[in-house]
Structure formats: structure tokens, C-alpha cells
């Protein structure tokens, strides 16, 4: 793929996650913005299970009702939180996938990419050490929502790759976006067994030898040669062969 070509499919990712460090949440006076910054900030410090409506007020420098009047109540602000972190990473994870020329290489990166950053305070707002990340609580309190949106992620890449070849003809490509999702969260919550899940060279050869090539163009293969004079008989080896009955009767 052409440099060109490789940023047009990042920006039609791009528009799909929002710009980064942008939030879909900013209303025209930036409080909305405030109130998520701020909520970040306090269950940073606080947790999910500590977080309350009156400390993201205090954070944010604006009034109770202020945050109400943005979000209805408290489940409405972690949800938003929530799709903020997940918009954050998604925005990350194109960045490096763009400059990949190949549907294996993007898929690659970004198996390499949630390895490496799963854990990352800035991208997936670690909580504090008695809870989970923030990204593990996304996958498993909106999981849903995470893989409709991966799913949407990975079909301007698929497209792209149909149009150089690299899939066979007929490849459904919102399934084949959904089995890649799969795969990669399959990396973010699944221990590995066969080669090690912390180092990038290994995830990417695994990811090249297994998880794409099932999507690729089947090789044409041409029938074996058939000798039509001479037959082949498959012998079960359970069963015994005429003439190893007749030496067990003889010896009887």
C-alpha cells in the first residue's frame, strides 16, 4: 500500500473514532470535556467502586448540578468515561496499524499493540491497584459495544486489502472483521501457550501463520495423477488381512 493509500484508510478509521485526544462529548463550552477529564482523574485516584458524583464536581471546578446536567447520573458519567478510553485507544492502535501495508502486518500490530499497551495509564486509565484497568473493566462490562466498534475499525482495512488481493472472492467482510476481533481480544485476556504473548516477534509470526491466511486467496491445486490400470486398497490395520487369518488358523 502506498503511503497515500495507507493514510485515506486511516482516515476513514480516524472518522470513525474520533480525532485523537478529541472526546465526542465536548459540548460548545468545554464542560462536558472537564467533567470526563476530571472523572479520569478520580477514578484514577478513587476507583470505580469509590467514585463519586460530588468529587468529579470538586475535580472538574464546576457544581454538582452541572454534572447532572450533562450526565443523568452516575452510570451515565462511567459510561462515558468507559467510551472515551476505549475512542482514546482505538485512535492509538490506527495510528500504528496505518503504517502497515498488509492485512497480515496490521493485524500483526495490532495483536503487538494491545500486548504492549493494555496496561498503559494513558491509553486505558489504570485504576488503582485493588481494581482492574480501565480497559479490562471496558471488556467486561460493555464488551458488546467494544466489538462493534472493532468491528467497524477493521473494515476500511479489508477493503483495502479485497481491492490488492489479499482476500479470496465471497469473504464476508463484517464477518471476517468480527474474527479478527475476536483474535485480538483473544490476546488481551488469554494467556499464551505455544510461544510468548509478551514478546512481539512471536505474536507477530503467530498471527502471520494462523490467524490471517484462512481469510487469503486458496492456492489453485491440481488433482494427483491417476493411474487408471492399478488400484490402491487402504488396509485397516485393525483388521486382519486374509492371509494373516489363514496363519492363524493353520496355527490353531
Known sequence: MSSRASASVGASVGASVGVAGASPFAGPDGTEERILVAAEKCLARLGLARLSLTDVAAQAGVSRGAVYLHFADRRALIDAVLTRAAGRFVTRCAETVSRHDTLVDQVAEA?????????????????????????????TTRLERVVEEWVDFWIPYLTAAAERGELRDGVDHRQAAEWIVRMMLSFAIMPAISFDNDRPAQVRAFVRSFIVDGLGPRPEVEPPDMDTNTTTTEVNPTIPTNTEATKRGQTS
Open 111 to 139: 495483536a503487538v499493540f494491545i500486548r504492549g499497551h493494555q496496561s498503559d495509564k494513558v491509553l486505558t486509565l489504570r485504576l488503582p491497584a485493588d481494581e482492574e484497568s480501565l480497559f479490562a473493566t471496558l471488556l
